[in-house]
């Protein structure tokens, strides 16, 4: 099993700021098989980016994915107030899918 | 509009049975990959298991392997979960999504399970 290991656990940043995520991978992820979730307390996870790169239907552009092998990271290039939330990570390289343990991204 | 709802969880005591359905609508159930993800309260997201558009593959997460069983009924459009042998464990916020074999564009908006005594 593919270990996930996001950090870090909490990014205290203010709205207009840039935010970066990591997604540390304990082996290599094939084919970049990496996605991007934003959940909102009390709502249900919405995929941002998959296939590492890719930004799901609907997503802006200021948020983007990058990396490869074992380290990807997530980008917004300026935060929104609505951006604030925990975002996860997941692959579905092998056939064990895993999440990673969440990033927080709070308003400083 | 893609929507998948939930149902069929509940309070049920350790060792005890469970089945979980989500009614799906809105897009062609049949060509999509089918999940099941959890999550308990204030903690983060566990992948469980998944099941391929036709039902001729499954697998699942090592931690319910053996007790919990997918399956999927495309003429009614239903996904289901069969969960035996509950844990305290597994007590959690089940979600169904539909997607890709590996990532889920689409969720539902959950169901409670609570294994307790």
């Known amino acids: 099993e593919i270990v996930l290991t996001q950090s870090p656990g909490t990014l205290s940043l203010s709205p207009g700021d840039r935010a970066t995520l990591s997604c540390r991978a304990s082996?290599?992820?094939?084919?970049?098989?990496l996605a991007w979730y934003q959940q909102k307390p009390g709502r249900v996870p919405r995929l941002l980016i998959y296939?590492?790169?890719s930004r799901a239907t609907g997503i802006p552009d200021r948020f983007s994915g990058s990396g490869s092998g074992t380290d990807f990271t997530l980008t917004i290039s300026r935060l929104e107030p609505e951006d604030f939330a925990v975002y996860y990570c997941?692959?579905?390289?092998?056939?064990?899918?895993?999440f990673g343990g969440g990033t927080k991204v709070e308003i400083k | 509009e893609v929507q998948l709802v939930e149902s069929g969880g509940g309070l049920v005591q350790p060792g005890g049975s469970l089945r979980l359905s989500c009614a799906a609508s809105?897009?062609?159930?049949?060509?999509?990959?089918m999940h099941w993800v959890r999550q308990v309260p204030g903690k983060g997201l566990v992948w469980v298991s998944r099941?391929?558009?036709?039902?001729?593959?499954?697998n699942y997460a090592d931690s319910v392997k053996g007790r919990f069983t997918i399956s999927r009924d495309n003429a009614e459009n239903t996904l289901y979960l069969q969960m035996n042998s509950l844990r305290a464990e597994d007590t959690a916020v089940y979600y169904c999504?539909?997607?890709?074999?590996?990532?889920?564009?689409?969720w539902g908006q959950g169901t409670l399970v609570t294994v307790s005594s």
């Open positions: 999504g539909a997607g890709d074999s590996g990532y889920l564009p689409n």
């Open positions: 809105g897009f062609t159930f049949s060509s999509y990959w």
């Open positions: 099941i391929k558009t036709d039902g001729s593959y499954t």
């Open positions: 082996q290599s992820i094939n084919n970049n098989y």
């Open positions: 296939g590492a790169f």
């Open positions: 997941q692959q579905y390289s092998t056939s064990s899918l895993t």
